[in-house]
C-alpha cells in the first residue's frame, strides 16, 4: 500500500502544474482550499452513510475517495505523507487515552 500512496502522491503532486480544464486534481487546486475541504466533507459523509448501510463494497470505495481528497489537500499544503507516517509512528503503541491526553500538553 505504501507503494501505491507513494506514487498517488507523485501524480498529485504533477497535477499542480497540469491544466485545470483537463485534470480534475488541477481544477481543485485552482479553485483553493475551500474546494478541496469541502469535498472531504461531501466524502466523509459518504463514508458515513455506505457504513450505515453496511455494504462493505461502498464503504471501501468511499474510504478511497476520502483518503484520495485527503491526500489532495496534504499535497495542497505541502505536507507529505511521510510526516503523516511519523506522527503515527509516534503514537504507535500509546493507548488512544495516553494520545489524547499528550495532545492537551
Given at each position: 500500500?505504501?507503494?501505491v500512496?507513494?506514487?498517488?502522491?507523485?501524480?498529485?503532486?504533477q497535477?499542480?502544474?497540469?491544466?485545470?480544464?483537463?485534470?480534475?486534481?488541477?481544477?481543485?487546486y485552482?479553485?483553493?482550499?475551500?474546494?478541496?475541504?469541502?469535498?472531504?466533507?461531501?466524502?466523509?459523509?459518504e463514508?458515513?452513510?455506505?457504513?450505515k448501510?453496511?455494504?462493505q463494497?461502498?464503504?471501501?470505495?468511499?474510504?478511497?475517495d476520502?483518503?484520495?481528497?485527503?491526500?489532495?489537500?496534504?499535497r495542497?499544503?505541502?505536507?507529505?505523507?511521510d510526516?503523516?507516517?511519523?506522527?503515527?509512528?509516534k503514537?504507535?503503541?500509546?493507548s488512544g487515552?495516553?494520545?489524547?491526553?499528550?495532545?492537551?500538553?
Open positions: 500500500m505504501d507503494d500512496l507513494r506514487k498517488l502522491e507523485a501524480v498529485l503532486e497535477r499542480k502544474s497540469a491544466n485545470a480544464d483537463e485534470s480534475y486534481v488541477s481544477s481543485l485552482t479553485k483553493g482550499l475551500d474546494e478541496i475541504l469541502k469535498k472531504i466533507g461531501e466524502e466523509s459523509a463514508v458515513i452513510m455506505a457504513s448501510d453496511g455494504n463494497d461502498k464503504i471501501v470505495h468511499e474510504v478511497a476520502l483518503w484520495f481528497h485527503t491526500l489532495v489537500l496534504l495542497h499544503k505541502d505536507i507529505e505523507i510526516k503523516i507516517q511519523q506522527e503515527l509512528s503514537r504507535f503503541g500509546l487515552l495516553e494520545e489524547k491526553a499528550n495532545r492537551n500538553n
